[in-house]
């Protein structure tokens, strides 16, 4: 009587492993993505410093910064988050009229579309960087008296914070596996999560 062998061989692809560890340490997947991540924020940033130079209407230099950091949030919100990094948020209304954010984080896996790790340190530097750049703004308005420039940094700064914290917590999704409590997470978590902030670095 012979006993069955119910074990199988199992191939272990090493060939196709390395192929994935060299795809992701390769400088851009996106350049195009990469580029327009920070092309709208630096460029909006530039604009501030030179606008009290160009012009002295104040309107025209309110609206081109506020336009170029409206493009930067939609195409940081939609396109980059997703091909760089893999992360997407979004807000829908339920069926009983509730507001409702959701927060993705795409597993990494073989084959998937998420860009190498030089992007994912573009989309995070670019992201962490410039409103941190608005914030030092806003301080040197405030001691300046510039009261109508202070009202532009508070617009510039709460557009670029909401794809930080939306990102924030897609990277909070992605960690622990499961969607946060939206009630529930404050900056509290990210300071019992300092891995966040400081391991996409």
């Known amino acids: 009587m012979t006993m069955a062998d119910d074990t199988e061989d199992v191939e272990l692809d090493f060939a196709a492993d390395e192929q994935e560890r060299a795809r992701r340490s390769a400088v851009l997947r996106h350049p195009l993505a990469s580029f327009f991540h920070l092309f709208f924020r630096v460029v909006a940033i530039v604009a501030?410093?030179?606008c009290d130079w160009i012009s002295e209407n104040?309107?025209?230099?309110f609206v081109l910064?506020?336009?170029l950091l409206s493009f930067d949030f939609w195409s940081v919100k939609n396109v980059t988050g997703r091909?760089?990094?893999g992360l997407r948020w979004w807000n829908q209304i339920d069926d009983d009229g509730k507001s409702l954010w959701?927060?993705?984080a795409k597993k990494a896996s073989r084959g998937n579309n998420i860009g190498t790790e030089a992007e994912a340190r573009i989309f995070w530097l670019g992201l962490i960087i410039c409103p941190l750049i608005w914030t030092f703004f806003f301080f040197t308005s405030l001691f300046s008296l510039k009261i109508k420039w202070l009202s532009l940094v508070v617009a510039s700064i709460s557009l670029q914070v909401a794809n930080l914290y939306g990102?924030?917590?897609c990277k909070a999704v992605g960690e622990d596996g499961q969607p946060a409590d939206s009630r529930s997470f404050t900056g509290q978590h990210l300071l019992q999560r300092p891995d966040?902030?400081?391991g996409i670095l």
């Open 48 to 50: 501030y410093l030179l």
């Open 58 to 61: 104040f309107a025209p230099c």
């Open 65 to 67: 910064i506020i336009t």
């Open 83 to 85: 091909l760089l990094v």
């Open 102 to 104: 959701v927060f993705e």
């Open 167 to 169: 990102y924030l917590r």
């Open 196 to 198: 966040i902030i400081f």
